[in-house]
């Protein structure tokens, strides 16, 4: 168990806005999820106006927005194709690129309704030809065992062999304020010990009481071998753990905490 613990995500290279092609110029803080506020709809007709509070927050409107449907501001999905390309961030799926889970309500030609239902759920060989974008939502994390750390305390070592940026979990907890945060962070520190994450710029998760095993990995600066990434997943942002590179059964996991 670390004295500290992780205080926001991996930080990730920004890509400009003329990435977001179609989408208005002030939806600058949509993929930035540090940066903005928790998601909350707008409750207005028409189109957004600057009393709205996806404008106010830089952000796209999401699908349980009431504005206009011809509203600009409106995520429209990615329009990936199943030619052989699944949606990566490698081949440049817009929504991988917002650090956001295809929806299957939006994303109609991805394959990620096909992914997250039920009846292909363990069907391993079926997902990776399809939207690899939905991690979250499918919930299959990889085999991990809590056990004494080498480096301090308990840690989480990986039960099976892991590809490179494979999904291995979601860290989880209790979804707090950053004011209770912070009440809750100074008598963490008189106890040295914190599960404290940054979700989002007025968010936190505690992993203290409400958390998984994913409150154990360790910290390492110089050799993380997984990282997490925080998402928007169906108009909720949540928090991913994902394999830097190839892992080997019995690993112990450890990322960089920033």
Known sequence: MQDSEPKQGTKRKKFPVSALPGYPSDCDRTHTHERRTTFQACRHLGHCTDTCPCVKSHATCEKSCICSPSCPRRWRGCTCKREGKACTLENKCICAKANRECDVDLCHTCGAAEVLDPKNRYNEAFSTNCCQNVALQRDMPKRTLLGRSAVAGFGLFVGENVKGNAFLGEYKGEVITTEE????????????????????????????????????VNHSAKKPNCYARVFM????????????????????LFFDYG
Do not use: P, W
Not at 188 to 211: C, E, H, K, P
Not at 235 to 248: K, N, Q, S
């Open 181 to 216: 945060a912070d009440r809750r962070g100074k008598l963490y520190d008189r106890r040295g010990v914190s599960f404290l994450f940054n979700l989002n710029s007025n968010q936190v998760i505690d992993a203290t009481r409400a958390g998984n095993k994913f409150r154990y």
């Open 233 to 252: 997943a169906n108009c909720t942002h949540r928090i991913g753990m994902f394999a830097r590179r190839d892992l080997i059964a019995g690993e112990e």
